[in-house]
């Protein structure tokens, strides 16, 4: 656990997880006596109002069976049991329903392993009985819980007690189990919520920029940090006049660059992943509340999710060409900070007329994705925490998505309810683009009300990716919700990994768009 005093430097303090996750083993389904005895807790799926009879292929079938026709569990509900041994195992009971989608097993799922907290465990079994061909998604979903809820955030409290971390998972499955991606999707999301949920002043533009070059040596990836100096000459003002007010001079955009061996001198990447890294955002010239501006620290979740699907890639050695592009900067107010009706052009030439200094998001992703589109990606993706009416439109349960491609819209929403991280997209219709019509340059950065303004930064941020490329923007909700979401028992969630690999590797998104 770490410590910080007040005003202590970055340099003090670890700006990335050095927890290592449990280990995980797959062993066929029925937990027996002996391996029960050997365990803390065990969480098992059961199909609704189980009888004490699917009991049967498990140890200590008497007592289970006990639990089952007490309980005759209904849909999502759960039941718990001490176990007549030495270890006093805790077993959890949940009923999964007939038919139930990833992002109810998911729910269902953080649910059981938040019941195994009091116990604190080191050693896990995961199962499910009696659910047929739902039994190796439900043991899945048991293992993202499980590795998601292990995983611990950053805490500068004095510890109070020694910590027993989770030490081995058994998942106990009769059919095979995609373990690798499993893990690379845990890594990724808790390297996304780790980011995330870091104060403000210790992850700071410079100390960002430390951790990406040891993320890219580790990763075997290169990393070029564009600087304000390198932007001024790129013409990327739009990104500079977010830059501004900053009180260092340490912003920056990160493009990060990773070939398969087969593939090492190719240039031009299948995939650019893109994200918004607002480290703290407070609305600049026009200020935020207090209320609306305390948790901004968590504006950067775009940039922390393109970097770790990215480095999930990586790790699963995906035969992709993959490039990672974050713009990373605060958003602040003072004498040097952008104003509402500067006019500023970006890096493709587009001049800006500025609505509103709150909507920096856009104004830093414009660049960014203008900068990736030069080296002409067969898709760009882009995550970013980026408007209030998304979230108006569809709370945090689910993220809005936006593509230029009509093909991507059924392969994105079908995605996310296979990922259990759902998302839903919203129209592109160039007719929105009147609302963005300025009188003095070539699009207004926003509308002067807020009517649809997920729509419109969609439509703003089209102008910077050329018509020729396919693309798809994830307006991200679900990046924070409070009390979690699906498997995940934390505030800041880690939206967006599970997502991502599903449409690129399950839906084999690029060998679907259409190039122009």
């Not at 739009?238 to 240039?267: E, K």
Request: net charge positive.
């Amino acid at each position: 656990m770490n410590s910080v005093s007040p005003g202590c430097s970055p340099a003090v303090v670890s700006l990335l997880p050095d927890q290592s996750p449990p280990s995980l083993r797959s062993a066929p389904s029925g937990i027996n006596e002996s391996q029960f005895n050997l365990l803390d807790a065990a969480c098992i799926a059961f199909p609704p109002a189980a009888g004490g009879k699917l009991a049967g292929g498990l140890g200590y079938a008497g007592p289970v069976g006990a639990l089952l026709d007490r309980a005759r569990l209904e849909p999502g509900k759960l039941a718990t049991l001490t176990l007549p041994n030495r270890r006093q195992t805790l077993v959890v009971a949940g009923a999964l329903a007939p038919g139930a989608d990833a992002f109810t097993r998911l729910s269902l799922a953080g649910r059981m392993l938040r019941e195994t907290r009091s116990r604190a465990p080191r050693s896990l079994a995961l199962d499910a009985i009696g659910l047929g061909a739902a039994a190796p998604s439900m043991v899945e979903a048991l293992g993202a819980a499980a590795l998601a809820q292990a995983f611990r955030l950053p805490d500068y409290r004095a510890p109070s007690r020694p910590e027993t971390p989770l030490a081995s998972v058994r998942l106990h499955c009769d059919e095979p189990l995609a373990l690798p991606r499993l893990l690379a999707e845990a890594r990724a999301g808790n390297l996304t919520r780790w980011l995330t949920s870091l104060p403000p002043n210790l992850l700071d533009a410079r100390a960002y920029r430390r951790a990406l070059t040891r993320l890219a040596r580790e990763a075997g990836a290169t990393l070029r940090w564009y600087g304000e100096k390198e932007l001024l000459r790129a013409g990327a003002g739009a990104f500079l006049a977010v830059a501004a007010g900053n009180a260092s001079r340490d912003a920056g955009i990160a493009h990060l660059s990773w070939r398969p061996r087969a593939r090492r001198s190719s240039r031009r990447p299948d995939l650019a992943l893109v994200g918004k890294g607002i480290l703290f955002d407070t609305g600049g010239n026009n200020l935020k509340s207090h209320r609306s501006m305390l948790d901004m620290h968590t504006d950067m979740a775009g940039s922390a999710t393109a970097l770790a699907a990215f480095l999930a890639l990586v790790e699963l050695r995906a035969p992709l060409a993959v490039d990672c592009w974050l713009a990373i900067t605060e958003n602040r107010i003072g004498p040097t900070a952008y104003r509402p009706q500067d006019v500023v052009r970006a890096a493709n030439g587009v001049t800006i007329q500025v609505i509103h200094t709150d909507a920096e998001g856009r104004m830093a992703l414009a660049d960014t994705l203008a900068l990736a589109a030069r080296t002409q990606p067969a898709l760009i993706v882009d995550f970013a925490t980026l408007t209030g009416a998304c979230v108006t439109a569809l709370t945090e349960r689910i993220s809005g998505a936006f593509t230029n491609r009509d093909e991507l819209r059924p392969l994105l929403e079908r995605a996310g309810r296979i990922s259990g991280e759902r998302v839903w997209s919203f129209p592109m219709e160039p007719d929105f683009d009147a609302d963005l019509e300025s009188p003095c340059a070539d699009i207004m950065q926003c509308a002067v009300d807020s009517k649809g303004d997920h729509i419109l930064a969609a439509r703003f941020l089209n102008r910077f990716v050329p018509s020729t490329l396919p693309w798809v923007h994830v307006d991200l909700t679900s990046a924070t919700r409070t009390g979690g979401l699906g498997h995940v028992a934390t505030d800041v969630t880690g939206f967006g990994s599970r997502f991502l690999l599903e449409f690129l590797l399950g839906q084999q998104a690029l060998r679907q768009v259409t190039p122009r």
